[in-house]
């Protein structure tokens, strides 16, 4: 797991953790406890919120350590701002990461999914929780082992990415066909720059 810490948020969402989690066998429930969650009331509801207090990410569908992290730096912008499209800060980082305006899209496509076996899990909150702690409350989350997010390499869908974003007929992709690595790095480019200008552009 990695830590990045904000200064300049408020300390409330200035500490972000993030774990790579690979050969995740509970991902269909998973998916169904935040549901649940949702829509849980009193007590019972509190403590499942904050048991999935997390953005679980569908990690084929990140192309760098960098589209993750500028997804959730867009969210902590808007929280700040109190501009939040979504409920949550960390629905927020979904909805960043989906090209469209879409919510309901943005949580099916990039959120936890029945099927995943790779998931990113981001907790924002402040430094009074300990990454020790927070990395303990993942696992026991998800059955999955955490892994380092190089591992990353060998996850992205860049098939799924490139139809999601709309590159298929991009000229500068199909010039580099031939060479799958300039095509990545062309892609990561082009989807962390759609990241950052969505804010903007919506």
């Known amino acids: 797991m990695e830590s990045l810490n904000f200064p300049h948020f408020e300390a409330k969402h200035s500490q972000v953790h993030i774990a790579l989690f690979r050969g995740v066998t509970n991902a269909a429930a998973l998916k169904s406890r935040i549901v649940a969650a949702a829509t849980a009331e009193g007590e019972h509801g509190e403590k499942e919120r904050e048991a999935v207090n997390f953005a679980f990410i569908d990690a084929r569908l990140i192309t760098s350590k960098l589209h993750l992290e500028t997804a959730i730096h867009q969210a902590i912008i808007a929280e700040?701002?109190?501009?939040?499209?979504?409920?949550?800060?960390?629905?927020?980082?979904?909805y960043n990461l989906n090209p469209t305006h879409n919510i309901t899209e943005a949580i099916r496509r990039y959120g936890v999914s029945g099927t995943n076996t790779d998931v990113f899990v981001v907790r924002v909150d402040s430094p009074e929780l300990s990454s020790e702690l927070v990395e303990e409350k993942m696992k026991l989350e998800v059955s999955g082992n955490v892994v380092p997010i190089a591992e990353l390499e060998s996850v992205t869908d860049w098939a799924s990415?490139?139809?999601?974003?709309?590159l298929n007929n991009e000229v500068a992709i199909k010039e580099v066909a031939n060479d799958p690595l300039r095509e990545r790095r062309i892609v990561d480019n082009i989807v962390v720059s759609s990241v950052a200008m969505k804010s903007v552009m919506g």
Request: proline fraction near 0%; hydrophobic fraction near 25%.
């Open 80 to 94: 700040s701002q109190n501009g939040l499209r979504t409920r949550t800060v960390h629905s927020e980082i979904l």
């Open 161 to 166: 990415v490139k139809k999601y974003h709309k």
